[in-house]
């Protein structure tokens, strides 16, 4: 056997057995690719760094939707990993998300009415329809939720509460013929 070979393996049908929690985490970390308005950040506990790894790798190269897939650089316990997905805040996003998790179902062992969903600190079943009602799938919206909460916060304080950001159509009409 020739030891100068380069070895290729990727993920197997099932290989994650045992190794995956049935939760996906929705928005609990900030965005490296981008403001936390326009991405949406998914993570998965992952029971060992190389499965986190091949993980990684399987949706970097298998989805044109994700932008960016990355582990955490040390455990979160021990023997535990973070995998973190990145992907544009958009009305497809849920539709994104139920084709991971179903997908998720050749590797592990969970179909996908096992998973559940953890947002703003709340657990609820996964579906396609229970994540767009509840997380914000546009920039605007996710602005719109976060900034009145603050505002509400600011009130509360004593502080001028700061004025929505809403974009004028002529930047938009602009900006859409730009391609940005």
């Known amino acids: 056997m020739n030891n100068n ?7 197997e049908y099932k ?25 949406i950040v998914l993570s998965f506990f992952v029971r060992s760094k190389q499965a986190a790894k091949d993980l990684v ?20 316990k021990a023997g535990r990993y973070l995998v973190y997905v990145e992907m544009r805040r958009r009305s497809t996003s849920g539709k994104h998300t139920a084709e991971l998790i179903d997908d ?14 953890r947002y703003e600190g709340k657990e609820h079943p996964f579906t396609e329809e229970i994540f767009d009602s509840l997380v914000p799938l546009s920039p605007k919206l996710y602005r719109k939720e976060k900034e009145s909460e603050l505002n509400e916060m600011r009130t509360a304080a004593g502080i001028q509460p700061k004025q929505i950001f809403e974009r004028e159509k002529d930047i938009r009409s602009l900006q859409a013929a730009a391609g940005i």
């Open 5 to 11: 070979q380069p070895l290729f393996e990727g993920l």
């Open 15 to 39: 290989d994650l057995e045992g190794m995956m929690k049935p939760t996906i985490h929705v928005d609990e970390f900030a965005s490296k690719m981008g403001d936390d308005d326009e991405i």
């Open 57 to 76: 790798n399987w949706f970097e190269k298998g989805y044109d939707f994700v932008l960016d897939s990355d582990t955490s650089p040390g455990e979160i």
């Open 104 to 117: 998720l179902g050749t590797l592990t062992e969970f179909g996908p009415d096992e998973w559940t969903m």
